[in-house]
């Protein structure tokens, strides 16, 4: 391996450190949540009113943090959301009253979203040569999968470790405060890693000049109006849209095998555990086969394996058994995080200028994560409508649809590019023929 080469994968490695580290201190609630209320004297309430707040000023970032990764730099941007998530972990670990909880959760979400997003997806682009696309945004979803998982396994020790046997509350905010510290910790090691290790993206694309591969171009406001004409935007953006719907049923999952299939909670976690280590089995695999039968292939595969096994599991009778419905879960679980490993690879295939490559991320991302704020509210409407058992297999059902119009949308880009492609090829013959 060639020193350039090393030095890429290097810098990517960090990157997917930093997208792995920077969001579990954010939803510390998903492993913690009742210890999380009794030591900062919460209700859940309260909770899930941060969590809102939290999700509004997410929308609201995905379009001017694309702005900021063209006109600022993406590598210092990336170290100060590092930095600034986890200096907020470090005010967090100091248990403060609910006001100030409030104002961390809207200083974490400026700092992983507005300055961290569409940055870190930049520099993955920039790092990745042409044919290493699919397999640098498949890696970048499964390793951050890794990361997640070993932190977290790391976070357990330290959490049981602290806390023993004991239900004291004093024992319960050691626990609690030692996992925020560690959380905190891996956050700014990982802005010391990237400071001094990446590479400034100007420098990438004069580096990727030098090859012909990209143009050097300084970013101008008066371009982010190509994006609106690019019709690949929309195409992306809805792609991505129809794609992490149909992920969002991950969410439901032990849900259904609980309340469906009538599986233990124990049992149930158990699976869930499993579930989540498919992330890097499904992003390495959907990655690799992107660059090798081709990216709209792979995402349109995906789509389909999910649409297939979401309409598996809420059409066929429970009476097949759980072991059935285990296996179909873990299955449907890897297309899922195909689909997540996969559907940024078609950055490559969009037609968008470097200079302003990180405000079509940003663009792309206000369209594709809009499910974030529409699914819950017509999730709550399912359950309401066909109760509990068959609120589930609504859900399902509708989650398949959806993936079906994201292979129609794939199709669509994947004729729209062969034919540019095509008329391109035409254009370049009768020139070297007249």
Not at 261 to 279: A, C, E, Q, S
Request: proline share 2%.
């Amino acid at each position: 391996m060639n020193k350039d080469k090393l030095r890429r994968y290097l810098q990517f490695l960090l990157v997917v450190l930093a997208a792995g580290a920077i969001y579990p201190l954010i939803y510390l609630k998903s492993n913690y949540q009742e210890s999380i209320l009794e030591v900062f004297g919460m209700s859940l309430q309260q909770l899930n009113t941060i969590y809102s707040i939290l999700g509004m000023v997410f929308v609201v970032g995905y379009f001017p943090s694309g702005l900021l990764s063209d006109k600022f730099s993406a590598k210092k941007l990336l170290t100060l959301s590092l930095l600034g998530t986890s200096l907020g972990g470090f005010w967090f670990a100091q248990v403060p009253d609910y006001s100030s909880v409030v104002i961390i959760f809207c200083i974490w979400g400026i700092f992983s979203v507005f300055t961290f997003w569409s940055s870190h997806m930049k520099l993955v682009k920039l790092l990745a040569r042409e044919n290493e696309e699919g397999k640098f945004f498949g890696i970048l979803d499964g390793g951050r999968g890794v990361v997640e998982a070993v932190l977290a396994s790391v976070a357990l020790m330290i959490f049981s470790g602290f806390l023993g046997d004991s239900l004291a509350i004093e024992d319960k905010k050691a626990a609690i405060v030692a996992v925020i510290y560690m959380y905190s910790a891996a956050l700014f090691i990982t802005a010391v890693l990237i400071g001094i290790f990446v590479e400034d993206d100007k420098k990438m694309v004069s580096s990727k000049a030098v090859v012909g591969k990209a143009e050097v171009d300084k970013f101008r406001f008066s371009d982010v109006l190509k994006l609106f004409k690019n019709k690949y935007v929309y195409l992306q953006g809805g792609i991505i849209f129809m794609g992490y719907a149909v992920f969002w049923t991950v969410y439901y999952l032990g849900g259904f095998l609980e309340t469906n299939v009538g599986v233990d909670p124990v049992t149930v976690g158990t699976i869930m555990v499993i579930v989540l280590w498919m992330r890097p089995v499904g992003g390495f695999i959907g990655g690799f086969l992107a660059d090798k039968i081709g990216k709209t292939n792979t995402i349109m595969g995906a789509l389909s394996g999910a649409g297939a096994c979401l309409l598996a599991t809420a059409l066929l009778p429970v009476t097949l058994g759980s072991s059935f419905f285990y296996g179909l879960i873990v299955l449907l679980a890897v297309f899922l995080y195909a689909i997540r490993g996969t559907y940024w690879s078609l950055l490559g295939e969009a037609k968008i200028d470097a200079a302003i490559m990180g405000t079509a991320i940003g663009v792309i991302s206000f369209i594709g994560y809009l499910p974030d704020i529409i699914l819950p509210i017509y999730n709550s409407f399912l359950f309401n409508t066909f109760g509990g058992n068959g609120g589930y297999n609504a859900y399902f059902i509708s989650s398949a649809v959806l993936g079906a119009l994201g292979v129609v949308l794939a199709l669509v880009f994947a004729k729209l590019h062969r034919n540019e492609k095509q008329a391109k090829e035409k254009l370049v013959a009768e020139v070297q023929n007249a």
